[in-house]
Nanobody, 126 residues
Framework: QVQLVESGGGSVPPGGSLRLSCAAS????????MGWFRQAPGKEREGVAS???????????YYADSVKGRFTISRDSTENTVYLQMNNLGPEDTAMYYC????????????????WGQGTQVTVSS
């Protein structure tokens, strides 16, 4: 049974930082996408960042334009925990953040991932 468990959300002031973690179990990350999405109230879920674990260090990274230069996606050596380092956060980053794994079809920022976590709330407010 595949499980994705997110952690690290919270409330920070504008300009603050947070690091989200997604611990995956029950599947092999190698040659698969694992990514982060977010959904603000009244808005569609959008892709934030994704990593393709190619094996042998041949990873590929993808980011939404809105977070480039501020967010960094990475993984640990076991390949089954993915992190999202978020810096210089602004109110526009307030959303529920979801971890997703195993892209079945389409682009990295589409929602056609097979597995989803329950989400962790990020609130940016002064």
């Amino acid at each position: 049974q595949v499980q994705l468990v997110e952690s690290g959300g919270g409330s920070v002031p504008p300009g603050g930082s947070l690091r989200l973690s997604c611990a995956a179990s029950g599947y092999t990350a190698r040659h698969n996408f694992m990514g982060w999405f977010r959904q603000a109230p009244g808005k569609e879920r959008e892709g934030v960042a994704s990593i393709y674990t190619g094996g042998g260090g041949a990873d590929s990274y993808y980011y939404a334009d809105s977070v480039k230069g501020r967010f960094t996606i990475s993984r640990d050596s076991t390949e089954n925990t993915v992190y999202l380092q978020m810096n210089n956060l602004g109110p526009e980053d307030t959303a529920m953040y979801y971890c997703a794994a195993v892209l079945e079809t389409g682009r990295w920022n589409g929602t056609n991932y097979k597995y989803w976590g329950q989400g962790t709330q990020v609130t940016v407010s002064s």
